[in-house]
């Protein structure tokens, strides 16, 4: 007799299917990230990016600045280890103490939530906390460089060399495969520059010019 599917197995993914899916949602992420970034100085992201640009998004966000993937690593550790392992074993050890009774007011309540954490799927959390991360970022980058710009508060970042030899400092704030945006020095526009056959050479600067 042939076994019948469970249809609940229809529900359940390897791990290259987990793969799969979270590069996807890291793509998401990171226009959604991209967005959010280039509002603040006006300007559509999505007019000026190709597929490329698409697909790297998430990877260039991650590896834009170490600390920045090494605070999400850890972070991610850290809430698995402490939410879904540290906070079930350490209620289900003490929750018959005296004391523990005494300073949760319902232990029976708190049990039940308790198992529903445990049978919660921790990829919804840690995509929950990735989206928080993305825009949490993008928003703090955005806001900062913006108003220092409004200020006149920033520094050239990058020498700029173009077709014609001309030589210029300017304030980086972004850059794709296809277009670099910046700004000149004590000026607070931005200009959007197709790179292809306009910039022989993008040096960056050194700290101590920055």
């Known amino acids: 007799m042939q076994e019948q599917p469970n249809p609940s197995d229809a529900h359940k993914y390897g791990l290259q299917e987990y793969l799969s899916l979270g590069y996807i949602y890291l793509i998401l992420l990171g226009i959604v990230g991209d967005v959010i970034y280039y509002k603040f100085f006006d300007i559509n992201i999505l007019d000026y990016v190709t597929l490329s640009d698409v697909l790297m998004a998430p990877i260039n966000t991650l590896v834009s600045d170490l600390r920045i993937l090494a605070i999400v690593v850890l972070a991610i550790v850290v809430v698995y280890l402490l939410y879904f392992k540290g906070l079930p074993w350490l209620h289900f050890k003490t929750k018959e103490k005296g004391w523990y009774q005494k300073v949760v007011k319902d232990v029976?309540?708190?049990?039940?939530?308790?198992?529903?954490?445990?049978?919660?799927?921790?990829?919804?959390?840690?995509?929950?906390?990735?989206?928080?991360?993305?825009?949490?970022?993008?928003?703090?980058?955005?806001?900062?460089?913006?108003?220092?710009?409004?200020?006149?508060?920033?520094?050239?970042?990058?020498?700029?060399?173009?077709?014609?030899?001309?030589?210029?400092?300017?304030?980086?704030?972004?850059?794709?495969t296809v277009y670099l945006f910046y700004v000149l020095e004590k000026q607070k526009d931005v200009h959007i520059l197709l790179i292809s056959g306009n910039v022989k050479e993008i040096r960056v600067l050194p700290k101590e010019v920055k």
Do not use: P
């Open 108 to 176: 029976d309540k708190l049990d039940a939530k308790i198992h529903e954490l445990k049978n919660s799927n921790v990829v919804w959390a840690i995509a929950y906390f990735l989206f928080c991360m993305f825009v949490g970022v993008n928003v703090g980058s955005g806001g900062k460089i913006k108003k220092r710009i409004d200020q006149g508060d920033f520094k050239a970042s990058h020498q700029l060399t173009f077709s014609d030899n001309t030589v210029k400092q300017v304030k980086v704030i972004g850059q794709n």
